[in-house]
């Protein structure tokens, strides 16, 4: 089936429920030509539509990724969920907006999206140098938001960490290994970290990353 139909479809709704339908079956198709149109939703003022779009820019995966970052940034509503796509993504092209996002939005929800897709970019394809680069640059920003006020985030951050140790290859001896079992270390202290759920995943992430 063309894409155009599905498309059109979301061009043409005229109430919110049908915007709804229309991006979610657009989304459903997960074809790169329907991108444009799935990040144009994400600036509507329609959270169902919103979440149907992201999931669908996430199925496309890397043709979405220029799309993104071509949004309005001074569209707030759609910046935030186009953080939650480019997390989801993992492409690195999105490594600056996750870490802007991470360190200086002021919406929990949008520094806990960005907190995980930091921990879960695609680093495969980089030069050693190149991944190394990256690698550092999630890890210091990963680093940071250890303090961030909201639990949410910090779990996010804990996740994040371990994320990034296993994307990175990272084991015992490796100074960025040490860096994140520090910093993990710091969230399951009970002296330091209020929150029950934090410092158990926290101490969940510790058990899996320490050699058996």
Sequence with gaps: MSVQPLISAVESASSALELLRATA??????????????????GFNNPGAAVAAVDGLIA????????LLELDQRNYGARAWAVRALAGIGDVRG???LIEALLT????SVR???????GNLQLAALTVGERAT??????????????DGEWVVRYAVAVGLEGLARGCGWSQGHPGHGHICTALAQLGDPSGEEATVVRLRAALALQRLQPS
């Design 95 to 97: 490594l600056d907006l």
């Design 60 to 67: 496309i995966g890397s043709p979405a990724v220029d799309h």
């Design 105 to 108: 939005d002021v919406g929990p």
């Design 134 to 147: 990256v690698a550092q640059r999630c890890l210091d920003a990963l680093i940071e938001a250890v303090s």
């Design 25 to 42: 079956a657009l989304a459903r198709c997960a074809d790169a030509a329907a991108a444009p149109t799935l990040v144009e939703v994400l």
């Design 112 to 118: 806990r999206a960005a907190a995980k897709g930091l």
